[in-house]
Nanobody, 119 residues
């Protein structure tokens, strides 16, 4: 079970940007597919983006063209750059290890970080 710690959430106005970070504890990080999910109260946790060990990426249609996932294997960290944010992007964002870059999660989750998009 890999330990994951997210950071970077906060309050931002519509049209603004945030960058989320997720630091992993495992030395095997570089071989893992990693990704981000998000969840609003009362709804299921939804896939947002994934990246494999080669750096190939995949996105949910709702964020394609606005969000970018990346990784730094030396720092054992995965990032989610979120641009042109919309109120409907408001959610708790979770970092996870993925089975493939398209999901699903292997079940290793971070604690989550709140993103609120509001004027």
């Amino acid at each position: 079970q890999v330990q994951l710690v997210e950071s970077g959430g906060g309050l931002v106005q519509p049209g603004g940007s945030l960058r989320l970070s997720c630091a992993a504890s495992t030395s095997s990080f570089k071989i893992y597919a990693m990704g981000w999910y998000r969840q609003v109260p009362g709804k299921q946790r939804d896939y947002v983006a994934g990246i494999n060990s080669r750096g190939d990426t995949n996105y949910a249609d709702s964020v394609k063209g606005r969000f970018a996932i990346s990784r730094d294997n030396a720092k054992k960290t995965v990032y989610l750059q979120m641009n042109s944010l919309k109120p409907e992007d408001t959610a708790v964002y979770y970092c996870t290890r993925l089975v493939t870059m398209r999901g699903p999660s292997t079940g290793s989750w971070g604690q989550g970080t709140q993103v609120t998009v509001s004027s």
